[in-house]
Nanobody, 122 residues
Framework: QVQLVESGGGLVQAGGSLRLSCVASARTFSRYDMGWFRQAPGKEREFVAATSWSGARTAHADSVKGRFTISRDNAKNTVYLQMNSLKPEDTAVYYC???????????????WGQGTQVTVSS
């Protein structure tokens, strides 16, 4: 069982930056591939970024490529999402998730955090 707790969300103006953090409870954190997803009101949950268990491989959605960066620190059981050049359309609840497979589809992830709200004002 893996418990995930996100933090770092908030209200920011367009063009600003935020860094989200997700801390995992499991001692086996380093074995899991990790992902970030987001869900805006009235929309389906969508993939944002993912990293392999070692951090050697990453993937980012086209909509955030060049602006967002996923990273992890296995010594701290933490995965990060650095978000720069934020746009109003980035407004959503952001979730981190853990999986045994590096994937871009939500159903491939077994454990989920409670989410953190990111609001970008224009």
């Amino acid at each position: 069982q893996v418990q995930l707790v996100e933090s770092g969300g908030g209200l920011v103006q367009a063009g600003g930056s935020l860094r989200l953090s997700c801390v995992a409870s499991a001692r086996t954190f380093s074995r899991y591939d990790m992902g970030w997803f987001r869900q805006a009101p009235g929309k389906e949950r969508e993939f944002v970024a993912a990293t392999s268990w070692s951090g050697a491989r990453t993937a980012h959605a086209d909509s955030v490529k060049g602006r967002f960066t996923i990273s992890r620190d296995n010594a701290k059981n933490t995965v990060y999402l650095q978000m720069n050049s934020l746009k109003p359309e980035d407004t959503a609840v952001y979730y981190c998730a853990a999986s045994n497979n590096l994937g871009v589809v939500a159903r491939e992830y077994d454990y989920w955090g409670q989410g953190t709200q990111v609001t970008v004002s224009s």
